[in-house]
């Protein structure tokens, strides 16, 4: 063998030991970053944005794999978490869901029980109600004083309910009006004792015009009876109220 050939043979020894380095060194990186990264699991992040209070459901979320110890002790791991949950707030497309970020279902307090009626989506909802939300009920009625040729219409707004509970809100509805043409309502569920109960099913069969205002969270105070009921007359006069029976059942 001469100089060349054990030249090349050296070289190829030392290419040999070069290469098993390299690969020593990659499966050294590979196993520190395993090592530090550690097994993944399994969370949910949202796959569409969310409105408060709606209901969270599994078709609204994407499984993702997180290294285990990336994922924050609050985050939802599994979907049993998320039976009969709403959301708190408004969630984003893509955040990572935490269990901070969901409250239960408005529930009944004793004496309460569920009504639903059905509300004007243009007049009564504006997609602005949500379930846990407090709302004042006014319905406008066209009231008939006197008698014979005596007798004269007075148009009244009445506040039927103050801050009722708004324990579900349904899907937009196409219902028929008594002159049989097509508008679109929304069923809205509430919680409310048994004297609400029925100012709602009165003001929902008889009012003119059903109306809720939705009251900003913390301002649900109770409104005077003398501020219940409304007419232009009353304005016209100056009157603080109108003087005719507030409208119960």
């Known amino acids: 063998m001469n100089a060349r050939q054990r030249r090349g043979i050296l070289l190829l020894l ?6 098993v380095g390299a690969f020593a060194g990659v499966l050294a990186v590979i196993n520190d970053v395993e090592s530090k990264v550690g097994p993944e699991r399994t969370a949910y992040e949202l796959a569409e944005d969310i409105e408060p209070y709606q209901e969270v459901t599994a078709d609204q979320l994407r499984e993702v794999s997180i290294p ?3 994922i924050p002790d609050s985050a ?3 979907l049993a ?3 009969d949950q709403v959301a708190v707030g408004p969630l984003t497309e893509g955040s990572l ?13 004793p004496g309460q029980q569920e009504i639903a009626v059905m509300i004007d989506a243009s007049t009564g909802v504006a997609g602005k109600i949500y379930p ?10 066209r009231v008939r004083e006197g008698e014979g040729d005596q007798a004269q219409e007075t148009e009244v ?4 309910v103050n801050n009722a509970e708004v324990i579900e809100v349904g899907d937009l509805t196409e219902v028929e009006d008594e002159d049989s043409n097509a508008t679109e309502a929304v069923p809205i569920t509430f919680a409310l004792d048994n004297t609400d109960a029925q100012r709602v099913t009165f003001a929902e069969a008889f009012a003119e015009q059903v109306r809720l205002a939705l009251v900003a969270p913390g301002d649900e105070e109770e409104i005077p009876a003398d501020e219940r009921t409304y007419t232009i007359i009353g304005d016209i006069v100056g009157a603080p109220h109108t003087g005719i029976d507030e409208l119960s059942p």
């Open 14 to 19: 030392v290419s040999v030991l070069l290469a």
């Open 68 to 70: 285990e110890r990336y």
């Open 76 to 78: 939802v791991t599994d």
């Open 81 to 83: 978490q998320i039976e």
């Open 97 to 109: 869901l935490q269990d901070d970020m969901l409250s239960d279902r408005p529930e009944l307090d």
């Open 132 to 141: 846990g939300a407090s709302i004042n009920m006014y319905a406008a009625f």
């Open 157 to 160: 707004v009445q506040l039927m």
